[in-house]
């Protein structure tokens, strides 16, 4: 692990008010000068541009202006500055004491920023399992709710003489998953099998629990009723339910849709 107590390459390498690219600029003497390269600062710059294909005007600028030259002493030098993330890459590439130092610190950043994302995950994760378990809580409800008319429905059946009455039951019920999740009752069985649940509910999103609390609580029971009071024929009347509750789903999803 890195000694270095700097918490950004700005307290490695010292910052002037250049910009390039809208980024800080760091002047490449100062930085030639921490990475101690024993190589001639012109040298050092020219090569290290030219092997990793920096852009002038994009990585780094000359100062004051590209070409341009400045008297000092009784030398003529040509002062670069380049954009942070040159610097970090030339740091990170230069093999010297100083060069080692900015790879072990990067190494150390890439650590702690790898914990902060997998426990900020954890705690999104926390948190999405606890809205989901309120959200499956509350959706029991509904279900008795919709369990109650669907029984009703199957009991409406029976007495027009239906000899399959029991099959309404668990048909209402994949109608709830068709009209609530993409790819239906069949990509619930598919969840179900994979992870090893036997109640639909349990492999359902957060999203698909919503709309199937809503569609249980505002449509199903509702339908039932009209049914039975407009004394259709349960053939016809389960037809309807059908139409309501996939209609009734495609709402609720262009609603999520606009939401979103």
Known sequence: MSKLKSKTIKDLIPIFGQKIESQ?????RDLWCFLEVKDKFANWIQRSIKKNDFVEG??????????????????????????????????????????????????DCEKIAKAAIENAFRQ????????WKQAREDGKVPRRTTTDALQEFEKYAEEQGSQNAHWYYKAGTCLVYNAC?????????????????????????????????????????????????????????????KEKMMQYGEIIRRHDRLLN
């Open 58 to 107: 994009i990585d780094y600028v000359r100062f004051p202006d590209s070409g341009s030259e400045r008297r000092i002493g009784s030398e003529h030098k040509i002062e670069y500055y380049v954009s942070l993330d040159m610097a970090k890459h030339l740091g990170m590439l230069q093999s010297t004491q100083k060069g080692k130092e900015i790879r072990n610190y990067f190494l």
């Open 24 to 28: 800080d600029g760091v002047n490449a």
């Open 124 to 131: 999104r994760e926390r948190q999405i399992t606890k809205e």
């Open 181 to 241: 999740v993409d790819g239906g009752w069949k990509e619930v069985q598919r969840r179900m099998k994979e992870m090893g649940k036997e109640n639909g509910r349990d492999v359902l999103t957060m999203e698909e629990l919503m709309r199937v609390w809503r569609l249980e609580l505002d449509c199903l029971p509702h339908t039932v009723t009209e049914i039975k009071g407009k004394k259709e024929e349960y053939h016809i009347g389960f037809n309807l339910l």
